[in-house]
C-alpha cells in the first residue's frame, strides 16, 4: 500500500460507509470505532476485542459497547479487518446441493456460526461437468477457507482435490470405525443411528426391516454406506439375513420407486428409508398399492426433515443435527485460519430416533 486511509484502524475496522443525518439535515461523519468506545465508556481496544468476541470481555461491558454499535450504526470492513489481522474472513462452501434438507441445514448452521464470527460464506455449487481442479483452484484462490459438504460422490471427489496446504474441512459420512478422514472433518453417527432405528422395527414384531438406500458417497457398493452398515449389522445382531437394499436415488421420486416394488410383496412389513425425502415416496407408493401405515406397513425415514411431522400419517425419523454439523465445521475452519492448528474434535448433537405416527407393532 502507498497511502494511508484516513478512515482505517489499526485494529481492522473502518467508519460505516453510511452517513447519518443530524436533526439539522446536514450529513455528520459516519460512527468510528472510537466513537463506539467514548459512548460505551471504554477503551476503543475493547471496542476491538467485542467485535472480534474476544472472551476476556465482562458480560456488562460487552453489552454496553454492543448498545453503542447498535445506537451509531457502526459497521466493521471486512478488508480492514483482514489486513489488520492477517486472516481473510471468508469460507467458500463447495456443495453439490443445496435444496436437499441435510445440505441446506449443513450449510445454514455454518453461515451462522461464520457471520457470527464476522466471516461472509459464498457458495459453489458443484456439478458432473465441472472441472473440479480448476473449480477448487479459484476457490482457493481467493484466500479464506474452504468447507466440502462431501455427503456424495461429487462432494467426495472435489475434497480430493482441495490442496493439502489450503485450510479446509468437510461434513461427511460416518468413517468406518478405525478411520479417519485425511482432512480434518465433523460427521455424525448415522451408523449407529440407523441400528437404532432397526433394532426398534424389531422390537415392534416384525420379522425383518428392508432398506431404501442413499447413493454411497464413494465408489463403494451402497450397502457399504455407514446406514446401511447400520442397518445390516441390527439385522445380523438379531439373527435375520438382511434382505437386498433398493433404491436409486435421494428424492421423493426415487422412494416412489423403491416403494412400488416393496408394496407388491405380501411379506413386507417394516421399510427403514436413507432419507425422509425417499419416506415420503415409499408412503406415497404404498398408499396407492392399498396398504396402510403403520397397520400394514411401518415406516421410518431419515433426518427429521420440517415436512415429516406434517405428512399423514407423521413420519417416525431419526432427528440428525445437521445444524450443529455445520457450527462445528466453522469452528474447526475458524481454529486453522485464525490459529494454525486444529482444536479438539466438535461434535453434533448425537442423533435421536423420534417416534410418530407411521411405525406400529406387526399385525399378527
Not at 467458500?92 to 441445514?105: F, M, R
Not at 425383518?208 to 451402497?222: D, E, K, N
Not at 398399492?289 to 397397520?295: C, I, N, S
Request: glycine residues 10%.
Amino acid at each position: 500500500m502507498t497511502g494511508h486511509n484516513p478512515g482505517m484502524s489499526v485494529t481492522g475496522h473502518t467508519r460505516s460507509t453510511t452517513a447519518a443525518s443530524d436533526p439539522r439535515g446536514t450529513q455528520r461523519k459516519p460512527a468510528s470505532i472510537r466513537d463506539v468506545a467514548q459512548v460505551a465508556g471504554v477503551s476503543y481496544q475493547t471496542v476491538s476485542r467485542v467485535i472480534n468476541g474476544h472472551p476476556s470481555v465482562k458480560a456488562e461491558t460487552r453489552r454496553r459497547v454492543e448498545e453503542a454499535v447498535e445506537q451509531l450504526g457502526f459497521r466493521r470492513n471486512a478488508t480492514a479487518l483482514a489486513l489488520a489481522s492477517g486472516v481473510t474472513r471468508t469460507v467458500t462452501v463447495l456443495t453439490s446441493d443445496t435444496v436437499l434438507y441435510g445440505y441446506a441445514a449443513t450449510l445454514r448452521g455454518l453461515e451462522e456460526a461464520a457471520r457470527a464470527a464476522g466471516y461472509s460464506v459464498g457458495v459453489r455449487v458443484l456439478t458432473p461437468e465441472d472441472d473440479l481442479s480448476r473449480t477448487i483452484s479459484a476457490a482457493t484462490g481467493t484466500g479464506g477457507g474452504i468447507m466440502v459438504i462431501g455427503f456424495d460422490r461429487l462432494g467426495a471427489a472435489a475434497l480430493d482435490h482441495v490442496p493439502s496446504d489450503a485450510p479446509c474441512v468437510a461434513a461427511v459420512e460416518a468413517p468406518a470405525p478405525g478411520r479417519t478422514p485425511s482432512r480434518p472433518a465433523v460427521w455424525v453417527d448415522d451408523r449407529a443411528a440407523a441400528r437404532t432405528a432397526t433394532e426398534y422395527l424389531l422390537g415392534l414384531g416384525h420379522s425383518t426391516v428392508h432398506y431404501v438406500a442413499l447413493p454411497p458417497s464413494t465408489g463403494s457398493r451402497r450397502s457399504a454406506a455407514p446406514r446401511a452398515e447400520g442397518w445390516r449389522q441390527a439385522l445380523m445382531d438379531a439373527g435375520v439375513t438382511p434382505p437386498p437394499p433398493t433404491g436409486r436415488g435421494w428424492d421423493a421420486r426415487a422412494g416412489y420407486d423403491a416403494g412400488r416394488e416393496l408394496a407388491r410383496d405380501p411379506s413386507v412389513t417394516a421399510v427403514l428409508c436413507g432419507n425422509d425425502d425417499l419416506a415420503l415416496g415409499v408412503l406415497r407408493a404404498l398408499h396407492h398399492a392399498g396398504r396402510a401405515v403403520p397397520g400394514d406397513v411401518s415406516v421410518i425415514g431419515f433426518d427429521d426433515a420440517p415436512h415429516s411431522a406434517f405428512v399423514t400419517p407423521s413420519l417416525t425419523t431419526v432427528r440428525l443435527d445437521f445444524g450443529g454439523l455445520g457450527r462445528a465445521a466453522f469452528d474447526l475452519l475458524r481454529a486453522q485460519l485464525e490459529h494454525g492448528h486444529r482444536p479438539l474434535d466438535p461434535a453434533p448433537d448425537d442423533p435421536e430416533l423420534v417416534r410418530r405416527e407411521s411405525t406400529g407393532a406387526r399385525r399378527a
